[in-house]
């Protein structure tokens, strides 16, 4: 079941898509009769994890309200190349209008819950869990961020409003680790505050000031294990920086908790899907 703020965050994409696409309206439309009805199903040319259901549903449904949507897989469902996703039945006008940016949310949702899938499976049996970060296609933040769920992620925090993270150039414009986690605790006690560190002393001084989670930027393993016996379970360690599917698993039996990949949100290769009318 969706929430509330997810079905806003649906509304809100698809209007934006389909005023972006259609605008004044859709000419190549005009060239079928208002009137016909028609048949069409959605299929992967790829091996793919499905997601973005709901938003290719509503994009539908935007342009004609009765539309039938058969949908043969479910959301998070792992699909194989040339799998029928749907069958979808409604007025052949609103059914091409809608393809574009239906499949486009398909395509990225289904890209973004694919490669989290790949990176989960590939930590299973570690304790470390795959998390996402804020470097998200503009616009559709909530969107890929429903997706690294759906693929089996976590999420960070949503945005600059609900958490707070102290990087490099936090800690260079406040003066020091200790300064600016004191004054983090001093703006709201009740937000996730968590601290990048580029070293091993570094990450001595956040625990001698009490942080209790910690991004550790670009360690290498050597420093990943030298890190997680330094610090002794008092903090939650995140690795960040430079993880591919190569090396994830290694990073994982080092003892970190948490393991952050922009890449699953701002790499995105979209999914090979398409939409025919039956019959041609």
Known sequence: MLNNQLQQTIARDVLRALEEDIGSGDLTALLIPATQLAEASIISREAAIVCGMPWAERCFRTQDAT??????????????????????????????????????????LSATA??????????????????DTRK?????????????????????????????????????????IATVLQAARAINREVSTQIEVET??????????????????????????AA????????????????????VRE????????ISIGGLTKHVQAIDLSMRFSGG
């Open 67 to 108: 539309v039938n949507i058969d949908w043969l897989v479910a959301e998070g469902e792992r699909v194989q190349p040339d799998q029928t996703l749907c069958r979808i039945s409604g007025n052949a006008r609103a059914l091409l209008t809608a393809e574009r940016c239906a499949l486009n949310f398909l395509q990225t």
């Open 114 to 131: 694919t490669i989290t899938r790949l990176y989960a499976d590939a930590i299973v049996g570690t304790k470390a869990r795959i998390y």
């Open 136 to 176: 998200t296609l503009p616009g559709l933040r909530l969107a890929q961020k429903y997706a690294v769920t759906v693929g089996g992620g976590m999420n960070q925090r949503i945005g600059l409003y609900d958490g707070i993270l102290i990087k490099e150039n936090h800690i260079a414009a406040v003066g020091s």
């Open 228 to 247: 997680v016996s330094l610090n002794a379970g008092r903090a939650i360690l995140e690795a960040s920086g430079g993880i591919t599917l190569e090396n």
């Open 251 to 258: 990073i994982a039996h080092t003892g970190v908790d948490r």
């Open 200 to 225: 091993l002393s570094q990450l001595e001084a956040a625990l001698q000031a009490g942080a209790k989670l910690i991004l550790l930027d670009n360690f290498n393993l050597q420093d990943l294990r």
